[in-house]
């Protein structure tokens, strides 16, 4: 079992930047493909970027790519999201997610996440 608890969201004007993290409990952080979703009103839940247990490897969805960078620091068992550029359009409530086992092929694309968190709103006003 993995609980995730994400910060850092907030209010911010287009250009600017942001820095969500996402705290993981549990001893096998290193062990999960991380993953970033965002839900804006009205719309459904859209996959935003993930990252192998190991970090070595990243993708992104084409409306945030070159823009935002996921990255994780397994001794700390947290997973980031920082944010340039933003734009209204990347309003939405932000979740965190860990898919465990050896699916990267399905989780690079947003798919196989078994533990998700409350989400943290970002509102980026033009």
């Known amino acids: 079992q993995v609980q995730l608890v994400e910060s850092g969201g907030g209010l911010v004007q287009a250009g600017g930047s942001l820095r969500l993290s996402c705290a993981a409990s549990?001893?096998?952080?290193?062990?999960?493909?991380m993953g970033w979703f965002r839900q804006a009103p009205g719309k459904e839940r859209e996959f935003v970027a993930a990252?192998?247990?190991?970090?070595?490897?990243?993708t992104y969805a084409d409306s945030v790519k070159g823009r935002f960078t996921i990255s994780r620091d397994n001794a700390k068992n947290t997973v980031y999201l920082q944010m340039n550029s933003l734009k209204p359009e990347d309003t939405a409530v932000y979740y965190c997610?860990?898919?465990?086992?050896?699916?990267?092929?399905?989780?690079?694309?947003?798919?196989?996440?078994?533990?998700w968190g409350r989400g943290t709103q970002v509102t980026v006003s033009s």
């Open positions: 549990g001893r096998t952080f290193s062990s999960y493909a």
């Open positions: 990252i192998r247990g190991s970090g070595g490897m990243t």
């Open positions: 997610a860990a898919g465990e086992g050896t699916s990267w092929y399905f989780q690079s694309r947003g798919y196989d996440y078994n533990y």
